[in-house]
């Protein structure tokens, strides 16, 4: 054998750099399930069926494109771990070489590495042809930045792609519209919403959520709720649906929460892009389209282009800066627990039912949700960052380590000091009260530090600007943000410092 091609999950896209040369005669193409990369860390169980089924499918693709292909199910014999099946079918084949497309981890990606030099053979990684920017453009752009700034990253993917420009200059006079973009319903409420276009399990999936649950019974979630996109010809007919129903309001209500509503106008393409079915090319290309047809608003393009030309690529670029970094860090030295009801949702807190509530329904929480109620919750109260990490990596369908763990670590947790985001995201209970309905049910009240009413994110929050006085008081971004402790008498501070420590130790105890 001439070259095993490694295709690993998150890689399903037939123009992959990966079988650039291949050859029939000599090659083999090889994909392997295996029980360990749903237990080395606890995979969702939606999750999991979604990369199952995605695989299953795509070798479906390959056998169609007449590729020779080593494909081992769940339930077949061998190592549990991925690596270490491959090391077998490596010392039993005896390829020259191991080629691949960089994996989206880098334990992954370190393991390949290590099985080559084991066996003598070299290690061709492959450059990955979905993203806008290579790693190495990045990190030349990165070079010599104390701290990277999304905002001046995203400029330049705008020159550099030449993106919603007219003669050198953003089109409407502005770079972002993120003013624009956080509308919250108010008590009106969002009225009728666009339903998001159901993706019914075929037999492969059916079978495949059949596999998972007998394989996986005491893992999170529910896969009974599965309709997530698993081929190309599905992830493109949710890109439509999107864009014909969604993306028009989608600029204005991004950062909006509703009980209830998990999907608003949001796209469900982050797993579809993640695993490689739809590039980010194709989905900002028919944006653009949408946009110069009139049919969306400038503010809803820019918005939405915004999170895949710039967000989604400059995470992944700081998570290939300096994975070992990114994964160890914890500047603010956080060593809590995580409350044992991030796996189950039961908590008194509505913001936090509804939200870990859906995400155990479906895999899915927005961005807002992500950062501000689970992400703000686990940062107020000092959470150990790796524990953090973990859940994320574990609940969402869309979590692949490039893109969740600098946005956990990094954005969410200040967990890096602060190289990817100027200051922490931390908000009161009245910012979710402003952005949501959620306070309206709620047992507490979000106006309240102090009292059997407080709510619980507003007590941590004049906690955590207190402990972090030192570090943020002069900081020039948080600065005013830290001066609104000057509002509080010294004997209200000591009362909310002490409410605070009762209820850290009241989850401690729960965790
Ligand atoms: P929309 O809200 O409709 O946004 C459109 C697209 O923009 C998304 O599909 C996604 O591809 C991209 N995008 C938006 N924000 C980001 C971002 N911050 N980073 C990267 N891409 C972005 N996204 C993941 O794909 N996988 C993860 O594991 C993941 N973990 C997250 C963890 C935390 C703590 C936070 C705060 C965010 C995380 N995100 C992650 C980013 C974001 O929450 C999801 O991409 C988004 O909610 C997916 O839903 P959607 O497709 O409906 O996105
Ligand atoms: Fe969440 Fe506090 Fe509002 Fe309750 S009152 S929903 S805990 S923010």
């Keep these: 054998m001439r070259h095993l091609v490694i295709v690993l999950g998150d890689q399903l896209n037939l123009d992959s750099h990966a079988f650039d040369e291949f050859d029939r005669e000599q090659d ?28 299953r499918h795509f070798a479906e693709t390959l056998r169609d494109a007449d590729l020779p292909l080593l494909y081992t199910r769940l339930d077949d014999a061998g190592p549990d771990d991925l690596l270490a099946l491959l090391d077998e079918t490596v010392a039993q084949r005896q390829p020259k070489r191991l080629v691949a497309v960089r994996p989206g981890e880098h334990r992954l990606r370190e393991g390949l590495r290590a099985i080559a ?52 200059k ?23 919403l666009p339903a998001p276009q159901r993706f019914e399990p075929d037999a492969v999936t059916r079978e495949t959520i059949a596999e998972v ?13 599965f309709d997530w996109p698993v081929t190309r ?22 950062d909006a929460m509703w ?26 290309r028919a944006v653009l389209d949408r946009y110069d047809a009139g049919k969306v608003p400038l503010a809803s393009a820019e918005g939405f282009i915004r999170q895949i030309l710039g967000w989604r690529e400059f995470v992944r670029g700081v998570y290939w800066l300096s994975p ?5 860090g914890n500047a603010l030295k956080a060593d809590g627990a995580l409350p044992s009801w991030y796996w189950t949702g039961e908590t008194p807190m509505r913001c936090l039912a509804e939200t870990i509530g859906q995400t155990l329904r479906f895999g899915y929480a927005h961005h807002i949700q992500r950062l501000m109620v689970t992400g703000n919750f686990a940062l107020l109260l000092g959470v150990e960052p790796r524990l953090v990490h973990e859940w994320y990596l574990a609940v969402y369908v869309d979590a692949v ?45 979000p106006g309240d530090a102090l009292g059997d009413s407080a709510c619980p994110f507003t007590t941590l929050y004049w906690d955590f600007l207190a402990r972090h006085e030192e570090r943020f008081r002069h900081h020039p971004r948080a600065a005013m943000q830290w001066r609104s402790l000057d509002r509080l008498s010294p004997e209200t501070l000591t009362a909310i410092r002490a409410k605070a420590a009762e209820l850290r130790a009241s989850l401690a105890a729960s965790a």
């Design 233 to 254: 010809a599905d992830a493109l007919a949710a890109l439509d649906d999107f864009l014909n129903h969604r993306l028009v309001a989608f600029g204005q209500w991004q």
């Design 170 to 192: 953003p089109v409407g006079g502005r770079w972002n519209f993120d003013h624009d973009n956080r509308g919250a319903f108010g008590r009106a409420g969002p009225g009728w």
């Design 117 to 168: 030099a084991r066996h003598g053979i070299d290690y061709v990684e492959r450059p990955d042809n979905h993203f806008m920017v290579s790693t190495e453009d990045f990190a030349t752009w990165a070079k010599g930045k104390s701290q990277w700034r999304m905002e001046t990253f995203y400029r330049w993917m705008r020159v550099r792609h030449g993106v919603l420009l007219e003669n050198g």
């Design 28 to 55: 083999v193409v090889w994909m392997a399930e295996r029980r360990g990369e749903s237990t080395h860390i606890w995979s969702h169980k939606t999750r999991s069926a979604l990369f199952l089924s995605a695989m």
């Design 259 to 284: 009980a209830g509503e998990p999907w608003l106008y949001h796209a469900r393409l982050s797993s579809s892009m993640n695993l490689k079915l739809l590039s980010p090319a194709e989905v900002i």
């Design 401 to 445: 380590e490039w893109v969740e763990a600098p946005n956990t670590l990094g954005m969410s947790q200040f967990a890096d000091g602060g190289r990817m985001v100027s200051k922490p995201y931390v908000a009161s209970g009245r910012y979710i009260q402003r952005m949501s309905n959620y306070c309206d049910g709620c047992r507490f009240r």
């Design 213 to 225: 649950n007998a394989a996986f019974p005491e893992h999170p979630g529910d896969p009974s709720t």
């Design 324 to 328: 070992s970094r990114l994964l160890s």
